[in-house]
């Protein structure tokens, strides 16, 4: 007779119960929405100092090219060094930049080289936050219930998108310092939250092997795998075409002479079909398989896209946004399954790394190319951005691999 007993199964806790994964999804909502007041509020204090908006849209491309420079290291050392620790000193430099930046707004000390030394601060500083916090999530929620965490991260993002940038312009009607302030505060609550997260969850593995691969690993894997490879081009095509679209309408509805009200409202479209969309990502995967997935949400997004070019008025426009915004928390959760599942945890802060850094210069690539584009017309950039994506949904129907991508069990 033996004397063992079994063990009774792990029992799994709902995430609402789930103290880890709590304190990382609140902590992520306070700073996402401290990134979406700065999108809105710098800009506004660099053309309140100096009325260039040369110098204003260089804010956001000093922030995005120091992510894109700081990506691909930031991921070897978020694949050899403690994850918690390094989400901790990046919350920190960014708290710590926005009050100082505050600072000087309320003293009346400011320059603008000061909010852009800001900007590359914190820009080199989101790769090791975004990928260290992705990471200690996985290692706090089963396999099992990812997904529905990924849900519901989407319908934090979301939710933050449409109340950020509000937020934002109504404090800066109180003086130029004031959202600079909420937001360095919110980013203090961040860091709150992230100290409280258990050390485990930030340590590495020790009986992981220690992957000797370079900084560029990342991308290797990327590249070698047939449904990495074209999930990742996919994606940075998609981010390409979707995030000029905001600066698009703008464009288009100040032609038509639309109040300021409408324009937001409009722009608002693209984040409420995202908070919609959190609502179709189970039903979606129990219908196709992922890369059909892809295919599928691709093609009408290619669709949609070119049906800018025709439609008219804001309340359209906001319904073509919304239909857009739809298909996105599906197709990010669909490439967390397709590419981060699928690699191994050793080197999976290097694969995160590279592709927000692919996707970081997609964007900046889309928001260039539509700028030029529109000098000439608002359809030339419209259509440009649909052809683009068009080839990409070309070069994937033509894949088996795609085609023929499964879920995992644990989906």
């Not at 204003?56 to 894109?68: D, E, F, I, K, N």
């Not at 990495?228 to 038509?256: D, K």
């Not at 490439?335 to 970081?360: C, H, K, N, Y």
């Amino acid at each position: 007779m033996s004397t063992s007993r079994e063990r009774p199964a792990a029992v799994v806790v709902p995430l609402w119960r789930n103290k880890n994964f709590q304190l990382l999804w609140s902590g992520t909502a306070f700073t996402l929405f401290a990134n979406e007041m700065g999108v809105v509020a710098f800009p506004l204090v660099i053309l309140g100092l100096t009325d260039s908006p040369a110098l204003a849209g260089l804010y956001g491309a000093v922030q995005l090219a120091a992510s894109v420079l700081v990506g691909i290291p930031a991921g070897a050392w978020v694949d050899r060094h403690d994850r918690r620790r390094l989400l901790l000193c990046a919350e920190a430099l960014k708290a710590t930049v926005l009050l100082l930046v505050a600072a000087a707004l309320l003293t009346g000390r400011a320059q603008v080289w000061m909010l852009l030394a800001g900007a590359a601060v914190m820009g080199a500083a989101a790769p090791f936050a975004g990928a260290s916090r992705m990471l200690m999530v996985r290692k706090a929620v089963p396999p099992q219930q990812l997904t529905s965490a990924l849900t519901q991260d989407e319908v934090r993002g979301n939710t933050v998108s449409l109340a950020g940038p509000s937020v934002a312009g109504y404090t800066y009607g109180f003086g130029a310092g004031v959202p600079i302030v909420v937001a360095g505060a919110l980013s203090g609550l961040a860091l709150l939250l992230a100290s409280l997260v258990d050390r485990s969850l930030g340590r590495i593995d020790p009986g992981a092997p220690r992957d000797a691969a370079g900084p560029a690993a990342g991308l290797r894997i990327l590249w070698g795998n047939p449904v990495l490879r074209l999930g990742t081009v996919f994606a940075a095509a998609s981010n390409l075409a979707i995030a000029p679209l905001i600066l698009i309408v703008v464009f288009i509805l100040q032609q038509q002479d639309a109040p300021p009200l409408v324009i937001g409202a409009t722009s608002a479209g693209l984040a409420v079909g995202g908070l919609l969309g959190t609502l179709l990502v189970k039903p979606m995967q129990r219908i196709f398989r992922p890369g059909v997935l892809l295919l599928v949400v691709g093609t009408f997004t290619t669709i949609l896209i070119a049906a800018l070019s025709v439609v008219r008025g804001p309340w359209v426009m906001a319904v073509v946004l919304a239909l857009i915004g739809v298909g996105g928390p599906t197709v990010r959760i669909l490439v967390d399954i397709l590419i981060f599942r699928q690699v191994s945890d050793e080197q999976r802060g290097r694969t995160v790394t590279a592709f927000m850094t692919v996707l970081g210069t997609g964007s900046a690539l889309g928001v260039l190319v539509s700028g030029l584009l529109l000098e000439l017309a608002p359809w030339v950039a419209v259509g440009g951005l649909a052809a683009l994506l068009l080839v990409a949904m070309f070069v994937g129907y033509a894949s088996p691999a795609i085609r023929r991508a499964d879920w995992p069990e644990e989906v």
